[in-house]
Every structure is written in C-alpha cells, then in structure tokens.
C-alpha cells in the first residue's frame, strides 16, 4: 500500500528557503499527481500547489511567487521549495497524492512540523 | 478564486446523535467536493469524494449530498471515535481550497 513520508529541516530562518522532500513508497510516483498542503499551527489547510510525475505544475497564486515543486522519479520523491520565508510560513507541511479523475487529496503523509524563526 | 464556507464552525454532540456539517462554494462546482476528518496530530484522511462517493474503508455511517454549491456531510449515529475535525475542499479549479473546519465535539 502506497506510503508518503515527508523529511526536512524542522527550522528554517527569516529570509531563508525552506527545503521539503516526500518519498513515496509502495508504489510508483508515476501516472499520478502530487501535491503539498500546508496547515499553520491552530489553523485552517492551504493548498500550496501540486506536480505531474512527469514535470507539469500548479501553483496556489497566493504563493506562487515564492514556490518551486519538482518530481524526481529515480527516486520516487518529489519536493517542496519555497523561498523567502516568514514567521507566517511556520506550518505542518503535508505531501499527499492527488486521486485520479476527482483530484481529492487520497493518500496523505504524515506531516512534518516547519518552525521559521532565527 | 473559489471560496469554500462551512457551517457551523463548531458542534457538540452526543453518542448515537445523527449530525450534518454544510459547505457552500462561491460558485457551481459541479460534484468536485470532498470531505476530510482531521484527529488531533494527524493528517487530513479523505472521506467522501465526488460529493457523495465514500472513500475505501469509511463507515457507512458517513454520507455526503449536494451539487453545484451546497454540499453536507452526515453522520447517521456519532462514535466516540468521529471526535475530530472535518474539512470540506473543492477539486473544481486551482486554488482547491479548503473550507474554515468544523470541529466536532461529543
């Protein structure tokens, strides 16, 4: 059964890029969509943007000046870089897999806690 | 960008009780909605797809109804275990943005 686990640093400073990595395991990245959603602490989901195994992309306007997701499939992973980070940037970042034909968020990771603060 | 409105904001219930939870969109979104239930210290975990589809393993005791822009969520008799949060989303269009949450207390 297909896992997602997110890994990263756990701080990141002001002005900083902050750096995330979902590995999927049990299955293949391949033929599916991927997506990151954040949730600050307390707080409501964000959907931030998502990828196609096999480069397309889409991106939350509210965000899209300062994010990057890119896929690598000889790894089975896809990442998360979002750059000039602030205090409002301080969330649970989750990685999930996007169903095919609805686009519901179906399999999620667990979730790594992000801390921006110097 | 499509707005996403849940109803009410939080809900106290007892065991055995039948509850819905609403959530209206900005603008027709056909039956792209989903719903999520949220414990506290996990990740979201999908519920219902495509309006009323329930996802693989999800109770019968959970249902969901609507098109276009008014959706709702039940749950015919409440387990100690439906404490939890529950989001509704929207896979229309980009953004697919979440409702506010409703937080189920029992």
């Known amino acids: 059964q297909v896992q997602l686990q997110e890994s990263g640093p756990g701080l990141v400073k002001p002005s900083e890029t902050l750096s995330l990595t979902c590995t999927v395991s049990?299955?293949?990245?391949?033929?599916?969509?991927w997506t990151w959603i954040r949730q600050p602490p307390g707080k409501g989901l964000e959907y931030i943007g998502y990828?196609?195994?096999?480069?397309?992309?889409d991106y939350n306007p509210s965000l899209k000046s300062r994010v990057t997701v890119s896929v690598d499939t000889s790894k089975n992973q896809f990442s998360l870089k979002l750059n000039s980070v602030t205090a409002a940037d301080t969330a649970v970042y989750y990685c999930?897999?996007?169903?095919?034909?609805?686009?519901?968020?179906?399999?999620w990771g667990q979730g790594t806690m992000v801390t921006v603060s110097s | 960008d499509i707005q996403m409105t849940q109803s009410p904001s939080s809900l106290s219930a007892s065991v055995g009780d039948r509850v819905t939870i609403t959530c209206r969109a900005s603008q027709s979104i056909s039956r792209f909605f989903n719903w999520y239930q949220q414990k506290p210290g996990k990740a979201p975990k999908l519920l219902i797809h495509?309006?009323?589809t329930l996802q693989s393993g999800v109770p019968s005791r959970f249902s969901g109804s609507g098109s276009g822009t008014d959706f709702a969520l039940t749950i015919s008799t409440l387990q100690p275990e439906d404490f939890a949060t529950y989001f509704c989303?929207?896979?229309?269009?980009?953004?697919?943005?979440f409702g506010q949450g409703t937080k189920l207390e029992i």
């Open positions: 049990g299955g293949s990245i391949s033929s599916y969509y």
């Open positions: 999930a897999r996007v169903h095919r034909g609805n686009d519901a968020f179906d399999i």
């Open positions: 495509c309006a009323s």
């Open positions: 989303q929207q896979s229309y269009s980009s953004p697919y943005n």
């Open positions: 990828m196609y195994y096999s480069g397309g992309t």
